[in-house]
Every structure is written in C-alpha cells, then in structure tokens.
C-alpha cells in the first residue's frame, strides 16, 4: 500500500486555495490602524446573522469568554446549578464555576457523545437554574426535549454550540434555539480565525445588550461601568479572515460531508468501529469525525505508524479532573462518558481532504483490525 501523510487538521491547502484574498484583507487592515472592534467587526457580525438567521450577533475574543460572557448575561442566581455535560472541552464547565455557580453533570448518550436527555429530569432540583447543552462534532443535542424541561421549570439554556458552525435542528442554527449560544473560531473550526475568536449568538435582546457591555469592561458610556466586565473585544484581522473565510464556508462544509460520507460507507463495514450517529432533525455540519474503536490507542498508534494524524475528543471527562474534585464526583459515576474517553478517535478532516486521503485511512484502519489488531 503507498504510504501517504494525512495530518488530522492542517489550513495549508485552504490557504492556498485562498491565499490573495486573504492576504489582501490582512494588508488593508494593517494599513487601515483599526485594530479592535470597529468597521470589519461590525461587518462580521452582520455576516453572522445573516448566515445563522440570529437576531443579535456579538463578536468576542474566544469560544471560552463567549460562554463566560453569555452566561454572565443570563444573571443567574449565585450559587445555583446548571445541568450539563462531563464529556466536553473544560470551557463548556469552567465557564458555569467562572459565573459563581456549580455545574452538576449528566452523561451522555454513546451514540450521539452529547447529553442524555433521559437522565436531565432527575437532577433538577429548587436550586437549578439552568441547562447548558453542548452540541459535539456535527450535530446538536436533543434540543426538542431539553426546551420541553426548561419550560416545564423554568430554567435558562445557555448552548455551547462552539463546535457548530452551520449546523440546524429543526432548521434553526444551533445556538439559537435556547436563550443563546456560543460560536468558536479556533482554527480549527469549520469558521476558523487566525488565532483566538468567538462570537454569542441570540435573539433575546436583553442577553445581546449585556454582552454587548461585558466585552467592553461593562462599560457603557465607555468610562462609566454598568457591570463589573471583561476586556473581550474581537481583533479586527480576525474579523477580516472570518470574512473572506465566510465566503467559501459552504463550499467547505460540502466536502466535509463528502469526507465523512466516505468514512462512513467504508467503515460500516469494519465491525470494531462504531460511526457516528446523526439524531432525527439535525442538517449536520461535520467538524470532527469521531468514531467509537475497539482498541483505540493500538489503533492510534498504527495510524501514527503509517503517516495518519488523529486526536483523542477527550481524554478525560471532566467531573475526573484535578480542578473539578471539590465537585466530589469520582470514577464510575459517569460510565458512558467515561467509556467514550477510552474509545474515541477523532479522524483526519480538513479542507481540501481528498477522496484518496480518506480511501487511504479507512484503508489502514481496516487492516489494523484484519491482522487481528
Ligand atoms: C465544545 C467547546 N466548547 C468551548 C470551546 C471553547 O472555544 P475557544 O477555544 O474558542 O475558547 C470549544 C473549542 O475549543 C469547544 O469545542
């Protein structure tokens, strides 16, 4: 079999793709001395609402300060519990202890990696407040019935949609189903900067207009602070990649599926590996393609072997992390979550991943287990 090198993420062939467009936005920005905020973030937020149908799109430095920011603005009593998920990146649970208040986990579904919404009910108690849903890798969680219980108690939720650029349920962009929803742009995302970059999407106007205000230190007149704030403010150059990236997004996020369409049909077949499963409702986007495998780290390493890069989402849950113990969660309370993060593995995907990249994969991944792992 020809050997080829597969890096998991790479922006090289998009680059090359696009390099005078690009290029051309850095050195008008550069020239023009507006840095921070100004013109092209306006003009980005305006993009981004128009893609996602948002009402109220507000640009900020990261994935992260948009779900410490958005939940900031919810107001949420201190103290109070917000329901989420241990099978997540740290910030999706940082940002609830950031706000002064304590994140009580529920594991997931292994099929779909995010929440199970069967297990909700039961952690909600006269302290709760909220539910922070986080939608992995292509698809949103079952946004149908976590509206169902918010309403029947009257709790906020905050989507951490950082991973789902482009995604719909139910035709709605991910985010904006609950009170709102974050967006990433770490680059590797399907939207993805030239460094750190996020954005919180709503349409309630109340939350966008303390968001607003958070990222500029709560001020509002600048110098007389309203709230105690942060200094989140998107760079300009950000905004310029996010707006000349925008426009070639969709043609990206079709030779995603085709990727993922390929990976799927072949590794269907491979009966060690299970695919991922796409709910009732989602129109997919596909970030990360992570399947389930019978000896994960073997096969990890034989990929690495062979020249393919892949990455583990995530090795540990969070409620198993050192800074989380206080919580006083301990191993097996989570077993789904638990099980994930031993059998994860996230697959090479990227634009400009071609039909022979992916053929090649599935290729080494079928004779890892043919010769009996
Ligand atoms: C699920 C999830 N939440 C939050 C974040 C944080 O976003 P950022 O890296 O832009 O701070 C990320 C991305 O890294 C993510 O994947």
Redesign the pocket.
């Known amino acids: 079999m020809e050997r080829l090198e597969i890096p998991f993420f790479t922006t090289k062939f998009q680059y090359e793709r696009h390099r005078e467009k690009i290029n051309e936005a850095l050195i008008k920005k550069a020239e023009s001395g507006e840095f921070i905020l100004g013109s092209s973030v306006r003009e980005f937020e305006e993009k981004l609402s128009l893609y996602t149908g948002a009402k109220y799109s507000i640009a900020v430095a ?6 410490i920011l958005a939940l900031d603005a919810m107001n949420l009593p201190k103290g109070s519990e917000v329901i989420t998920t241990p099978f ?2 740290f ?2 649970t940082s940002c609830i202890v950031r706000n002064g208040l304590k994140p009580v986990f529920v594991d997931v579904d292994e099929k779909t990696f995010n929440i199970d919404v069967q297990l909700i009910e039961d952690k909600i108690n006269e302290n709760t407040s909220a539910i922070l849903p ?1 939608h ?1 890798f292509c698809q949103t969680s079952q946004m149908d019935e976590i509206m169902r219980i918010s309403k029947k108690y009257g709790l906020k939720v905050l989507e ?1 949609s ?2 789902s650029f482009g995604v719909r349920y139910r035709g709605i962009h991910a985010g904006l189903i609950g009170d709102a929803g ?1 967006l ?3 680059p590797t ?1 399907t939207l993805g900067a030239f460094g ?3 954005a919180v999407i709503t349409n309630n106007e109340e939350i966008a207009e303390r968001v607003r205000i958070l990222r500029v230190h709560g001020a509002s007149p600048k110098y007389f602070h309203k709230y105690i704030g942060y200094n989140s403010r998107m760079d300009a150059i950000q905004a310029e990649v996010l707006k000349v990236k925008m426009g070639f997004v969709e043609e990206e996020i079709r030779e995603r599926e085709k990727a993922a369409h390929i990976y799927n049909e072949i590794l269907s077949e491979v009966e060690e590996v299970k695919t991922p499963e796409v709910i009732e409702g989602v129109d997919p986007v596909w970030y990360v393609y992570n399947i389930r495998a019978k000896e994960r780290d073997k096969l990890r390493n034989f990929l690495k072997e062979k020249g393919i890069g892949t990455t583990i989402y995530y090795p540990r849950p969070l409620h198993l992390q050192k800074c989380f113990e206080y919580l006083g969660y301990s191993e097996g309370d989570f077993p789904v979550a638990e099980r994930l993060c031993k059998e994860s593995l996230a697959l090479p995907l990227f634009p400009g991943i071609t039909e022979e990249m992916v053929n090649y994969v599935c290729r080494v991944i079928k004779n890892f287990y043919s010769r009996g792992g």
């Open positions: 990261s994935g992260t300060d948009a779900l997540s990146f910030s999706s986080v992995l951490d950082a991973e974050v990433s742009f770490f995302k750190d970059a996020g």
